[in-house]
């Protein structure tokens, strides 16, 4: 079975750019989630997705937004970007098979260079 | 809310000695743990977790944890660490409810000398 899968890998943006970041949770998984992690902050918890809706969110601002597709992929954006975005994105999917939390399974993540 | 603290940021072990690596959570409820490990440049693998039974949890390349709840501990050990061991060790914390949120420990970052 193919892992998450995150594209691209490597992107460089200016302040004040929007930015598309994607990610290919592993088959049969439906829920997603994503994390930014920083050297200062360590790996923080944007959101998470299950069945195309929302269900968590972390303490981001509304610059940061997500949504998830019938097929599970998920996209996350960032609009009216700012240097302290700078950031590895990380992408989780887990079978979410119950109501309990699930193992989540992650990709190689995004690197966002904002300059 | 929970949160989980590792209090050592870099540790340097030599190849074949054994490591512990020291995880606390806060959690209200009965807490679901998680070792993960990230190589540089790479997204997070899974070592081992805990949801419940035996607090004695055995994981991938022969890592084990163990769970205290008296403690609050989730320490993550190896009897002998080899040099491909060398990454960053990440103990997590999950919210009970239905919910896939994940709280995360700053890190430890092991480095293993010859």
């Known amino acids: 079975k193919a892992g998450v899968t995150q594209t691209p890998r490597y992107l460089i943006k200016t302040r004040g750019q929007q930015v598309t970041l994607s990610c290919s949770p592993i088959?049969?998984?439906?829920?997603v989630s994503w994390y930014q992690q920083t050297p200062g902050q360590g790996l923080q918890f944007l959101f998470e997705y299950f069945s195309e809706t929302q269900r968590n969110k972390g303490n981001f601002p509304g610059r940061f937004s997500g949504r998830q597709f019938s097929n599970s992929r998920s996209e996350m954006n960032v609009s009216t970007l700012e240097l302290g975005d700078s950031a590895l994105y990380l992408c989780?999917?887990?079978?979410?098979?119950?109501?309990?939390?699930?193992?989540?399974?992650f990709g190689p993540g995004t690197r966002l260079t904002v300059l | 809310a929970q949160s989980v603290t590792q209090p050592d940021i870099h540790i340097t072990v030599s190849e074949g000695a054994s490591l512990e690596l020291r995880c606390n959570y806060s959690?209200?409820?009965?807490?679901?743990l998680f070792w993960y490990v990230q190589s540089p440049g790479q997204g997070l693998q899974l070592l081992l977790k805990?949801?419940?039974?035996?607090?004695l949890v055995q994981g991938i390349k022969g890592f084990e944890a163990e769970f205290k709840r008296s403690q609050s501990s989730f320490n993550l050990r190896k009897p002998s660490v080899h040099w491909s061991d060398a990454a960053e060790y990440f103990c997590?914390?999950?919210?009970?409810?239905?919910?896939?949120?994940?709280?995360f420990g700053t890190g430890t970052k092991l480095q293993v000398i010859p």
């Open positions: 959690y209200g409820a009965t807490p679901y």
């Open positions: 088959s049969g998984h439906r829920s």
């Open positions: 805990y949801f419940s039974g035996d607090t």
């Open positions: 997590a914390v999950g919210a009970a409810g239905g919910y896939q949120k994940v709280t």
């Open positions: 989780a999917s887990s079978p979410k098979t119950g109501g309990a939390i699930d193992t989540q399974y």
